[in-house]
């Protein structure tokens, strides 16, 4: 047995030799194995891993939720194993479905988990008072949290798990599903916790962007720790191996996939206009080997953390890539045609406007982003533009139908995955491609062929008689797309396709919108993780139901550049429209 891990005045947590199997179906899954690691005194530290990599588990372990099988941990001195109710009242843990009560108002929720956390009643409202001005959400202490935005929900969710400031913080994913504005807040209240009132703080996260503000990060895959130390660390193995790359020659996207699995070649992704990519060795790639008679330009950069993630994890397991094109060998017709029209579109409830006077088009084979802050009418525009919900004013055409008299003729065409991916969750991977491709109307030999086509393509062979609630995120994604494509749509509606995956799921998933892109299927997106809007031909900003910018992500920085240049990100280009228009509001 793994000796007892010593504290130290420096750290908070530490395991050694930590094991968690789960049995289950006459199987097990051992979700960590021999895991070692510290946590260091008053810093944020990041763990970060693909799905199913075991972040989860080892958090619900560092809280005494779950009991290891093998090894030690210790929390605050305290043994875990032996005393784990101690271990909560040192600790507060947010999960990543943090359990808020819609049906009661914000108040209401702050009073049901001072009461679980045993907060005074005399000190309740100072630190109601303190944190509702820390969170922004003074405001609404009467609103039903069931009402509040995504961003606000999570606020009220840290809020909650803040009142009796802790000494060890939790959090599994906080920002995830929230939009840059919500997700910049949560960190000013993270960081002013660390800061003000020396929280150590423990934070899983799928942005790498934000692995790169913690003080050190805890790298682990298939449940071992495979590596520990500052962010920079990791970068630093990379440096002479990364490099933008154009060519006028060729659309960025096919630049990408030719240069995806070529030999010398690790990871190559859509970077703005360019085509980031990172090499196996030191030393400007040989393009005239990998691009004959393509003229391009080399640019070296320096590395970021996610160039150095996918490095590490590629070496460890080499996913295998897509299986050919997204779709079957039947052709879509190109062209610039125009295959979604909206023209000053509303949607009302009751006195409240989702959607005010949109007006945008989008032409076939394009990839069009839709982009906002929580609450900014984008699922409602996705829902009006699939015949899901019908519009109160103005004009909507998809693939030549208008909606507001042919939505069944419009949705045959249409293929939509939505935020929650509206997986059976009780049926198996098979059993689910069977009912939506029975839902779309395949039949015989047609629907089993286009169900082998799902499992083959999407590699869930080995998962197809798997409960679908019991896959990991970046399968239920791979499912779900699956699903939306039975009966090889023209349209892709994708909701939020990508929240909470880690960067080799979105990898796979974009490299299958890219060849569906090629081949002339249209694809509309909404998505809150702005590295990935950098992939859309075109995208727009929404807030409060408008369009606050439409063009080229490119266009978009520049609009809102300043006496530097254009904005340095588009994330960066996104808050500064939407507060902005805050201000102007």
Known sequence: MAAVPAIDGEIVLAAAGLTKTFTGHAQSTTALHDVNL????GQITGLIGPDAAGKTTFMRLACGLLLPDAGEL??????VSAEPLAVQQVVRYMPQRFGLYEDLSVKENLDLYADLQGLATIERQTRYDELMGLTGLAPFMDRLAGRLSGGMKQKLGLACVLLRPPRLLLLDEPTVGVDPVSRRELWAIVNRMVRDAGTSVLLSTAYLDEAERCAEVILVHEGRVIGQGPPADFQRELTGRTYLITSPGLRRRVLADRLTGATGVLDAVLQGDRVRLVTRKSG?????????????????VAPRFEDAFVARIKHDTQARPPTGPARSDRAVPKGADTVIRVDHLERRFGDFYA???LSFEVQRGEVFGLLGANGAGKSTTFRMLCGLLPPTGGELEVAGVDLRYAPA????????MAQRFSLYRDLTVRQNLTFFASAYGLTGQRRSRRIEWALEHFQLESYADVDSDALPLGFKQRLAMAAALMHEPDILFLDEPTSGVDPLARRDFWQRINALAESGVTVMVTTHFMEEAEYCDRLAIMSAGRILALGRPAEVRARTGDAHGPAPSLEEAFIRLVEAEAVAA
């Open 284 to 300: 400007p790639p040989d393009l005239a080997r990998m691009l004959p008679g393509v003229a391009t330009q080399l640019e070296p």
């Open 355 to 357: 959607v005010r006077e």
């Open 38 to 41: 510290k946590v260091r005194r």
């Open 409 to 416: 003729k419009a949705r045959a065409r249409i293929g939509y």
């Open 74 to 79: 210790r929390v605050m001195g305290l043994d």
